[in-house]
């Protein structure tokens, strides 16, 4: 059956736009999941494991990590009907070519990730990364779904498709060089691993993002943090500040304690979908929940540690 609605004599309605598996983890960032038999697994809150290949670069597979027209606005019978997905085409290439550099870099034992000419373009691309990944998952979807709840309307997901959107359009042309003072640590697990979820701890984005002035032009007061897992031994703790401009990268070795609390952040976060390389999550009461939950108000000692180390 067709996945639109039929006009006159069976044809479809104009301004149709096609649904398509739209994904809020890109595949390109799968395959660097992989395990040495070339599977990344899945882990849902009653502890069932799925594992699988992710499809190869060009294949039409879908591999984990998507839903069926997340990223289609439907209007009905309007020019406005339209998809983004092609918007995260530029990043979603941009961004793994580093990663796997990253990657070959750490195995090799060299903690000289970038040259010098290197370094702005690099820690640019991936605090953008960092961005995509952080308005794409559900967890973003599902709390901008309920943004009318205040005002007595119901959950709707066109509003949190919309505001993926929304956001995604002002920060991907965020200039970082102008906003405020942006960190980037590269937090490296030797014994450890990261587990990647459908849900990912950030105060950046979950609240409204305001622009101030400077000189003639306005920039995004961005500030706050989160944690986004990149590689199963590597996640990106991004740290926003009013103080300063421009952005920074640091390599950052943390010990296994430190993963689990990063873990046990992304799972409070994350709602059915836990995915892992090798060392399977041991799962928390939170995310047996089934629900997509939020870090309640007050300070939280491993990021008042990691601020120090940026600071």
Not at 241 to 248: C, Q
């Amino acid at each position: 059956m067709p996945d639109y609605p039929l006009g006159l004599q069976g044809r479809p309605f104009p301004y149709h736009v096609k649904t398509t598996a739209d994904h809020w983890w890109p595949k390109g960032l799968q395959r660097l999941w992989v395990d040495q038999d070339g599977y990344v697994s899945l882990i849902n809150p009653c502890g069932e494991v799925k594992s699988a290949k992710p499809p190869q670069k060009g294949s039409s597979k879908t591999g984990f990590a998507h839903k069926r027209g997340g990223h289609k606005l439907q209007f009905g019978v309007s020019p406005w009907n339209h998809t983004f997905e092609p918007d995260f085409e530029k990043i979603d290439n941009a961004g793994p070519p580093i990663l796997k550099h990253i990657a070959k870099q750490l195995e090799g034992g060299d903690e000289v990730l970038f040259g010098p000419s290197e370094v702005e373009r690099t820690t640019n691309t991936l605090i953008k990364l960092c961005f995509s990944l952080m308005v794409r998952s559900p967890a973003f979807r599902y709390l901008y779904s309920r943004s009318g709840e205040l005002f007595g309307l119901g959950y709707n997901e066109e509003t949190g498709k919309a505001n993926i959107q929304q956001f995604w359009s002002f920060a991907s042309q965020i200039d970082l060089k102008k906003c405020n003072s942006g960190n980037l640590l590269l937090l490296h697990a030797e014994n450890s691993e990261f587990c990647f979820g459908d849900g990912l701890y950030d105060t950046i984005f979950s609240r409204p993002v305001s622009w101030r002035p400077q000189g003639m032009h306005w920039v995004a007061d961005l500030i706050g943090d989160a944690f986004i897992p990149l590689l199963p031994n590597v996640c990106a703790y991004l740290y926003f500040l009013r103080g300063g401009f421009g952005s920074k990268i640091q390599l950052f070795p943390v010990t296994s304690n430190i993963v689990k609390e990063v873990n046990t952040l992304t799972q409070i976060y994350s709602k059915e979908q836990l995915f892992f390389r090798a060392v399977c999550p041991t799962l928390t009461p939170e995310y047996r929940r089934r629900e997509h939950l939020m870090v309640s108000t007050g300070q939280i000692p491993l990021i008042e540690m990691l601020r120090t180390r940026v600071s």
